[in-house]
């Protein structure tokens, strides 16, 4: 009875009904095709790849289709009812997690999906599923100001403000620390002012070496923060991926001469460094070959 009045006051009554239906299909999906997948992999029963002759068509395919007909569904369905609407939004969720599934397969443009790279896609939805849950129990992205209380130019500069600390905190590597910081802007100024991370575009421009002013104790500080209280948190994190979605073990599918250039993505922190890395590179030959 109290859950269901919560949930007629909070979710309902206050139009988030169908961000609601978008989480539960985004989270049932994902169980349910790395619950298939993996399946699939250990041979069991009737599970098989879906195939159209000898093409392996992979169910990002689906998803993105999904998501076309759920957006534009959603869109058209805009001035219906409620319901309506909800689901178009669950038909969305459901595109959105097959192709958040593959992120990794986008991201590097070939199939890594059960290697180390592969986790990209595990991290992809966890971040989707963390955000709009967020925004489900009613937090606003930068704590929205409201620009009849300050006035139209305070509240700009404060969104500017806001922004451009969570640019900083992503660049140096504090990726959930940037999400969060979006709904809690305090986390934004400790991430902007804390040390950045070995491996992040901040220290490769600013005090790795090869950087314009290596810094060697600021270098030795991040390593020592890395080891001693990152690694066993990605441990953690690591062992709950792989109780959800299997274990990525197969070898890597970066070659090992495309590894001397350019590390293959495994976290989010490698894929904010991955895409500025490959803009630098652009028309320098640095991209790996397809």
């Known amino acids: 009875m109290l859950v269901g009045v919560w949930f007629q006051q909070r979710i309902v009554d206050t139009g988030r009904l169908p961000m609601f239906c978008f989480l539960i299909a985004l989270i049932v ?35 993105v289709v ?8 959603g869109l058209a369905a805009a001035g219906l009812s409620s319901g309506w609407y909800a689901l178009t939004a669950g038909v969305f969720g ?10 990794a397969l986008i991201l590097h443009l070939r199939d890594v999906y059960w290697t180390e790279e592969g986790r990209a896609s595990v991290d992809a939805v966890f971040v989707a599923v963390a ?31 806001d922004l451009f600390l969570a640019v ?17 802007p305090v986390l934004l100024v400790v991430g902007a002012l804390r040390l950045a991370r070995p491996g992040s575009p901040w220290a490769r421009w600013f005090f790795a070496p090869g950087a314009r002013r290596p810094h060697p104790v600021k270098m030795a500080r991040a390593e020592h923060r890395e080891t001693r209280w990152r690694r066993p948190v990605i441990r953690v994190k690591i062992a709950v991926q792989e109780f959800v979605s299997g274990r990525h073990d197969l070898p890597s599918a970066w ?18 460094a991955r895409i500025i890395s490959d803009s630098e590179g652009s028309g320098r030959g640095h991209r790996p070959p397809k």
């Open 94 to 103: 459901v595109g959105a997690a097959l192709v958040l599934d593959e992120f």
């Open 131 to 161: 955000v709009t849950v967020l925004l489900l129990l009613g937090m606003r992205p930068f704590a929205w100001p409201d620009t009849s209380q300050v006035g139209r130019w305070p509240a700009v500069l404060l969104l500017t403000a």
């Open 66 to 73: 999904l998501m076309l007909l759920g957006g534009v569904a």
């Open 168 to 184: 900083v905190t992503l660049l140096k590597g504090k990726i959930w620390t940037g999400l969060a910081g979006l709904f809690v």
């Open 29 to 63: 999906t994902f169980v349910f095709t790395r619950v298939n997948v993996r399946l699939i992999r250990a041979k069991i029963g009737w599970f098989r790849n879906v195939s159209v002759g000898d093409v392996h068509v992979h169910h990002v395919v689906f998803g």
């Open 255 to 272: 070659p090992r001469a495309d590894r001397g250039r350019t590390a293959p993505v495994t976290t989010w922190g490698d894929v904010a």
